[in-house]
């Protein structure tokens, strides 16, 4: 099983927060019909995204999203193979943390940051 973990940050020359519904819709669609799951948070300028899936269709994605106007700044964290999925009740889960008192970067630069950690984090705040 293929992942991938990375940050970007909408491209605000061109789009407003109002776009990530509709990113949200398409993401849950088309990673259902590609075997993608993962999650997606969005802190109202910064996106963080953990997808995982057959390295083909992970292939893929990583691809669109490197393509995708609505991005800008995009820094891959990590990626790799793991034995399973971390994600796999969630086609697309979407976590809104503008409201929220978690600091994403604080936990993307942990010392002992690992998909592992993220996913615990993950799992303390609400998912749509």
């Avoid at 669109?64 to 995009?74: F, G, V």
């Amino acid at each position: 099983m293929k992942f991938v973990l990375y940050t970007s940050v909408l491209n605000q020359e061109h789009y407003d927060v109002l776009v990530v519904p509709e990113i949200v819709k398409t993401a849950r669609a088309a990673n259902s019909r590609d075997g993608i799951t993962g999650v997606l948070l969005f802190d109202g300028l910064n996106f963080t995204q953990y997808f995982e899936g057959e390295a083909s269709s992970v292939d893929a994605l990583l691809a669109n999203i490197l393509r995708d106007r609505r991005h800008k700044n995009i820094v891959m964290i990590l990626s790799g193979d793991l034995p399973g999925r971390l994600y796999a009740d969630w086609g697309m889960g979407y976590i809104d943390i503008s409201d929220n008192q978690f600091d994403m970067a604080a936990c993307l630069a942990a010392a002992d940051f690992s998909v592992n950690s993220f996913k615990q984090k993950m799992s303390r705040l609400d998912v749509e």
